[in-house]
Structures are given as C-alpha cells and as structure tokens.
C-alpha cells in the first residue's frame, strides 16, 4: 500500500486471487460498472485512484475503499444504475474489514470515517451556502486535510475540463473554509459588549474603568466562547461590583 506506484501490486493482489482471501470487498468491484466512468469498472477506478496519492497509509486505505459499498446498493432507476448511500454502507464494511486484518483502531475509525465522507463534495458546483460550507468542515473535522486529497484524486477522468474544474473547485472551497475560519476567529476577539453598552449599562462615561471592563469582558470572550450574552452580562455585573472603589 506504500509503495510509490502502489497500482502494480495491488492488480497482482486481485489477478492472484489472494485479494479473494484477504480483502474480498475489492475484486468484487471487478464487477460493477460504475455510470460515472462508463468505460472502466469501479476496480480499475478504484486502483487509479490510490495511485493518484501519497504513499499515507490512512489516506490510501481511505482510497481504496471509498467505493466498496457499491456492490450491495447497485440498483436501477428508470435505466439508470444507482448507488443510494453506498458511503455509508461501505464505511461500516470498511470497518469491518480493516479490524478484521487488525489494523489500529486510530487507523480503523479515520479510514471508515473518511470513506462515510467521501460524498459529501458531491453537489459544491452548484453552489454552497456558507453554513454548508462550515458543515462540511465540522464533519471533517480532523480529517479534512485527507477528505480534500480523496476528493482530489477521486477524479479520474480524461476530460481536462472536466478534471480542472474540479481541481478548481476544491481549490474553492479550500479557500472558503480558511476565509470563514478567519472570520470566527476574529469574531472570537470581540466581546459581546462594546464600550458604549458598558457605559451605558452602568452610567458612567469614558475611562480606565471601562476600558478594564473591556479587557474583562475579551478575556472572558477567549476562554468561555460559550457565553451568551445574558451570561456574559451577569458576570459583568459581578465583575463590576468587586472593583468598585
């Protein structure tokens, strides 16, 4: 799995047979067409893309899993082939599959994670509010770094077109979540009160006092977050009692 063309030793695993007896889930991709890429099964997709990555073993076993629920959701639809929910069915196989091979369970949880992600980009073309944009980020969580490299190398199509846009709107979305990340940060660095709710509140004008209730109230922005505003003005209230002269 970490060699730098990981592709010939994983065919030379299917075409032996020892893929039937050690991961089952793979050559039996061999058999479905995947309508996306019509002129390729979902096996030689499937190794093309591992191919595509670094040599991480969690990101290359995310790869080479992304697909395996597509056998047991395979269905047609008005003559077209279906595969409703095939993330979320295959990160439980994968699960399944890497505990039984007794892969680390760090290893274990990251790969069938990203394997019940791996769709979510699905559909970021057609536009993403910013809540979406946040959503998609909060499920990564940890993980997104490798989410946004399985995407990437899960492009596999000959149309240059086709594989820039998409390397384009990755490049996107990247770009939203380090810009809406910036912006929760610096909302983070301002108090729910500004200077004039301070003076206003307690009936005094500008001064050192108000300026040592600001630094308060920043403080208490930074390590309770949580606070909302009816919080945060009662711990003020306390706050402003205790260093009255």
């Known amino acids: 799995m970490l060699a730098d063309d990981p592709a010939p030793p ?89 505990a039984a091979l007794h892969y680390p369970e760090s290893v274990v949880n990251d790969v069938s994670e990203l394997v019940r992600l791996s769709g979510r980009f699905k559909g970021y073309a057609g536009g993403w509010s910013d809540a979406a944009v946040r959503r998609y980020a909060r499920e990564a969580g940890p993980l997104l770094g490798y989410l946004n490299e399985l995407v990437r190398a899960d492009c596999t199509t000959r149309n240059r077109r086709k594989a820039a846009d998409l390397q384009h709107h990755v490049d996107d979305l990247e770009a939203r979540i380090a810009r809406l990340a910036e912006q929760e940060r610096r909302a983070a660095e301002r108090p729910l009160l500004d200077g004039h709710a301070v003076m206003a509140r307690y009936g005094v004008g500008p001064g050192p006092e108000v300026g040592r209730a600001l630094a308060f109230l920043l403080e208490l922005r930074r390590t309770e977050p949580e606070l909302d505003a009816p919080a945060t003005e009662a711990r003020l209230d306390t706050w402003w009692a205790r260093n009255q002269s």
Do not use: C, N
């Open 10 to 98: 994983l065919w030379k695993l299917v075409d032996s047979g020892l893929a039937d007896e050690i991961v089952p889930e793979l050559p039996a991709l061999r058999l479905e067409q995947d309508p996306i890429h019509r002129h390729k099964d979902v096996l030689a997709h499937t190794i093309a893309v591992v191919a595509k990555t670094r040599p991480d073993i969690t990101l290359r076993l995310a790869t080479l899993f992304h697909d395996v629920g597509k056998p047991r959701t395979r269905s047609y639809e008005r003559g077209t082939v279906t595969f409703h929910h095939h993330e979320a069915v295959g990160a439980r196989m994968t699960r399944k599959r890497l």
